[in-house]
């Protein structure tokens, strides 16, 4: 499986971005895809999931309310738009897949790809 990932750059306090995950070499209507971030010198943290069979969404509580994560079957592409952002939310975003599955795991993702950096200055 390949994933990657695009949109990612810098961004104004309270702007927003949206990021893309392009996925191929498996089948996208049946996955878990996530997106996760690693803030510079931390370890990886999980943002959002979406199990693409049937829409489901799952967040944490860092993205609530701010963050969306949807897909384009279509397309075997997953976004996540990202409102008010913070500077805090600063650090390279990943997405990752696992096929057959309908929930994301943390340390458990099958193909990941390289990431996105994200800046948001103050």
């Known amino acids: 499986g390949l994933l990657v990932e695009s949109g990612g750059g810098l961004v104004q306090t309270g702007g927003s971005l949206r990021l893309s995950c392009a996925v191929s070499?498996?089948?996208?209507?049946?996955?878990?895809i996530g997106w996760f971030r690693r803030f510079p010198g931390k370890v990886r943290e999980a943002v959002a999931c979406?199990?693409?069979?049937?829409?489901?969404?799952y967040y944490e509580e860092s993205a609530k309310g701010r963050f969306t994560i949807s897909s384009d079957n279509g397309q075997n592409t997953v976004y996540l738009q990202m409102n008010s952002l913070k500077p805090e939310d600063s650090a390279v975003y990943y997405c990752?897949?696992?096929?057959?599955?309908?929930?994301?795991?943390?340390?458990?993702?099958?193909?990941w790809g390289k990431g996105a950096p994200v800046t948001v200055s103050s």
């Open positions: 979406i199990s693409t069979s049937d829409g489901r969404t």
């Open positions: 990752a897949g696992t096929p057959g599955a309908t929930m994301c795991d943390d340390d458990g993702m099958d193909y």
């Open positions: 070499g498996f089948t996208f209507g049946a996955s878990a």
